[in-house]
Nanobody
């Protein structure tokens, strides 16, 4: 059974930085894309940043130039470095991996449990 465990959320002042991490464990043959999503209060979950198996990245317009996604393939881990944080970045952040559990299986979506990020003075 695959599990994704997130860490690094918390309370930070506007203009500050935080680094989120998400590590996958369990039955993993290979990992395709990795991504971070967030859900702000009263809003739908939205894609924040994604990274492919070859390292190509994409970002939501609202975080471009402030957030950086990276992956450590050997450790099945993805990071999200968040800088110049704004109150509107306050949300629950979720990691999402596309994983093949076996050589013959298809790619399935797995999600972390979510970590709260609060940007407030």
């Amino acid at each position: 059974q695959v599990q994704l465990v997130e860490s690094g959320g918390g309370l930070v002042q506007p203009g500050g930085s935080l680094r989120l991490s998400c590590a996958a464990s369990g039955s993993i043959f290979s990992i395709a894309g990795m991504a971070w999503h967030r859900q702000r209060l009263g809003m739908q979950r939205e894609l924040v940043a994604g990274i492919t198996s070859t390292g190509s990245t994409n970002y939501a317009d609202s975080v471009k130039g402030r957030f950086t996604i990276s992956r450590d393939t050997a450790k099945n881990t993805v990071h999200l470095q968040m800088s110049s944080l704004k109150p509107e970045d306050t949300a629950v952040y979720y990691c999402n991996f596309g994983i093949k559990e076996r050589f013959w299986s298809g790619i399935q979506d797995f999600w972390g449990q979510g970590t709260q990020v609060t940007v407030s003075s």
